[in-house]
């Protein structure tokens, strides 16, 4: 029976240093750019331009380093726009509630940027993952030699992964190890998860290789450790296996 354990911190995607730099030298940059409006313009304009460094420093480094610009942002506005000048003491009330809006805005900003930058990975993720299963399909349909066919579907196995390798066994299995089921579910290992996903086990997991009721053998995927292994990326390995099984009947048939 699989267990779960273990749920080691996901770390950001994208420079947390280069998002940070740009947060912060960003606000600095814009802030000294708007002084000379700022005896023509509302305060609440300059903070909502403040916005701007911490929705990119968001994205382009994560989570931390929108949390950094949005206090760097908040510092900047207090200093060079709210009164006295140059200082980060606030004397109006109004200055005061305008400072804790930046803030606020910047933050649920910053969220925002990191969700619309994982939701563009996550497409060009799953796009990248179905033209994996077709490229093997495309082979087979083209009638290559099966050593062709075996070699595109461990190619793309370790593409799809990252793997270390992917060998294609025949015969009689030397071992028992992991298994991806029908579903993508892992099978016969303790799961280990990451923030969102599971990790494939480091030593080796396998994948029935089988068509029209005839097992041909099985795929192996040796990993490193901390492989993500997300549902979709599972199931579409299955799926590239189930191609070489059907593959594998049709030219046994023929």
Do not use: W
């Amino acid at each position: 029976m699989n267990t779960l354990r273990g749920m080691p911190r996901e770390p950001e995607h994208g420079s947390d240093l280069i998002g940070i730099a740009i947060g912060v030298f960003g606000a600095l940059a814009l802030s000294v750019l708007m002084l000379p409006l700022r005896g023509h313009l509302h305060n609440d304009n300059m903070a909502l331009a403040l916005v701007v460094p911490v929705l990119i420093a968001a994205v382009v480094g994560g989570r931390i380093a929108g949390a950094i610009a949005a206090v760097a942002a908040g510092l900047c506005f207090d200093f060079f726009f709210t009164q006295p000048y140059l200082s980060l003491r606030i004397a109006g009330s109004n200055d005061i509630t305008s400072f804790f809006v930046l803030l606020v805005v910047a933050l649920i900003s910053a969220e925002v940027g990191i969700r619309a930058r994982r939701g563009s990975r996550a497409a060009r993720e799953s796009r990248s993952d179905l033209d994996r299963l077709c490229r093997v399909i495309e082979i087979a349909a083209r009638g290559a030699d099966i050593e062709d066919v075996i070699s595109s579907a461990r190619a793309e196995l370790i593409g799809l992964f990252g793997l270390l390798d992917c060998v294609y066994e025949t015969g009689t299995a030397h071992a028992p190890l992991p298994r991806l089921g029908i579903h993508g579910a892992i099978e016969g290992a303790p799961l280990v998860a990451t923030h969102t996903d599971f990790l494939l086990p480091p030593g080796g997991v396998e994948i029935a290789v089988a068509g029209r009721g005839l097992d041909f053998g099985r795929l192996v995927m040796f990993a490193s450790d901390s492989v993500r292994a997300p549902l979709q990326k599972r199931v579409v390995a299955v799926a590239i296996a189930d191609q070489l099984g059907i593959t594998l009947a049709t030219d046994k048939v023929g």
